[in-house]
């Protein structure tokens, strides 16, 4: 493998990361957490969201300054001239005078494909639709390894919004280079869709769809828990029928003991109880977290800095 694989590259899929790519940013990122340096003095973040975002915009925005660059963006599309009528290719030539790197996020599926077909500048995705969130895909992973000490052969169950929750997508993915079995627990109508249980029966990975999370045996190593992705519903009485159809208490995971570890990509609504938030598993706030090393990490690679 290359030194640095991903100098000038965009991050737009998880599809576009093999085994040893994402044990190299891993990696990566274990360094980083222990040595940081203003490696990217004199550079500067766009940070495109067109969609809300907590999580992803503030810890890219962290980590741009940590590494002491700077940001420019917006955090609402109705601010900017896309309110007037112009186009997100136009949007993304015109930023690239004024940036070095580019994060975006867009309701759009395949949005950040063609944000980074836009430019020359290196593309990164924050959440396309219902598609991809590969950078939550790294920073669950980093949290998964530095909570079990692998990413190899987890049992891993997934529980909700499996149609339109992309973090799950991108997820799924990439657990299928590491030998994952897992659990595909959700309403009928949130099926993971067919795309990507294709490149399950492809990777040969062992699955088994569910509807209920009782069916899931007592030993997985993980449950990682999604919201009902409201804002992709067509129809709002079909996302009230299945709004409240997992809630996760400490009652609901008792059975799997001490050693589980719980995951969820936040925001959380009423899926997963606060309650849970004293379970020795609970990596959600370590997850968020861990979102600025693992972007600090990648937005060095990207610029050559690392
Ligand atoms: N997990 C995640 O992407 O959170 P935000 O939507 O707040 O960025």
């Keep these: 493998m290359k030194k640095n694989p991903l100098l ?42 067109f969609e809300p975002s907590t999580r992803t915009r503030l810890s890219f925005d962290a980590a741009m300054k940590r590494l002491g660059g700077q940001t420019i963006g917006f955090a609402d599309a109705l601010s900017t001239s896309i309110s007037k009528g112009e186009s997100l290719w136009d949007t993304i030539r015109v930023a690239e005078g004024y940036c070095d790197v580019m994060v975006i996020r867009h309701p759009a599926e395949g949005s950040a494909r063609l944000a980074a077909e836009a430019t020359k500048l290196p593309v990164i995705n924050g959440g396309d639709g219902s598609n991809q969130h590969p950078t939550q895909t790294l920073l669950d992973l980093y949290t998964l390894q530095k909570r079990t000490g692998r990413i190899e052969g987890l049992k891993i169950a997934f529980v909700g919004d499996l149609k339109y929750g992309r973090t799950v997508h991108s997820l799924i993915r990439s657990l299928s280079l590491f030998g994952a079995e897992l659990w595909l627990v959700s309403p009928p109508s949130l099926k993971l869709p067919a795309d990507f249980m294709d490149d399950l029966a492809e990777s040969r990975t062992k699955h088994t769809e569910v509807d209920d999370l009782a069916a899931v045996p007592a030993d997985v190593d993980v449950l990682y828990v999604t919201r009902i992705q409201k804002e992709r519903f067509a129809d709002p009485i079909e996302y009230e029928r299945v709004r409240a ?19 969820h ?29 693992v972007r600090e990490t990648l937005l060095a690679l990207v610029l050559g800095a690392a």
């Design 245 to 263: 159809h997992y809630q996760v208490t400490p009652a609901t995971v008792e059975r799997f003991g001490d050693r589980l570890t719980l995951m």
């Design 8 to 49: 000038g590259h965009d991050v737009i899929s998880m599809r576009d990361f093999g085994r040893d790519e994402i044990r190299a940013i891993l990696d990566r990122c274990k360094d980083f957490e222990k040595n940081k340096k203003p490696l990217l003095q004199g550079k500067v973040l766009a940070n495109l969201f």
């Design 265 to 293: 990509p936040l925001p959380r609504v009423s899926e997963l109880h606060a309650a849970l938030d004293a379970h020795p598993g609970a990596a959600w706030f370590d997850q968020a977290r861990n979102g600025v090393v």
